[in-house]
């Protein structure tokens, strides 16, 4: 592998696939509802995306539950899960060592969220309308 990726590059074909595969094994997992767990039972998990580690021994799956309630509650049962998931996984997706896996928050959500505020606020609007003198020269 290059120093590109050792350094935090941009990750590498292998890298994205095998992150594709967890993060479709995570959401089957989750929507099967594969594990009995009231607080996974109550909520609606959605897998936006995966980071796998240059090596492809650690996965980062980023998760958020819908409407973004109880998204701690949720981390810490996932990670109650966590050896069980990472069985499931190793099942599912041909790899040499099955990665361990950390559960995160995906914060994307808050940013797209941010970012349609902003674009909604009235000074944005106020930019995008067209000019009174623009057709006066």
Do not use: C, W
């Amino acid at each position: 592998m290059s120093r590109a990726h050792h350094n935090g590059g941009e990750p590498s074909q292998r890298m994205l696939r095998v992150a594709e595969l967890i993060r479709h094994s995570m959401a089957e997992l989750l929507t099967r509802g594969a594990m009995n767990d009231p607080v996974l039972e109550g909520h609606v998990v959605t897998v936006p995306r995966v980071k796998m580690s240059p090596d492809l021994k650690l996965a980062s799956v980023y998760v958020m539950p819908l409407g973004g309630k109880d998204a701690s509650e949720v981390i810490a049962a996932l990670d109650r899960h966590k050896k069980y998931l990472r069985t499931e996984i190793a099942h599912r997706i041909n790899l040499k060592f099955a990665p361990e896996i950390r559960f995160k928050i995906d914060e994307s959500f808050d940013n797209v969220a941010k970012i349609d505020a902003l674009l909604n606020s009235d000074k944005v609007k106020q930019d995008l309308q067209p000019r009174q003198d623009a057709g006066k020269k």
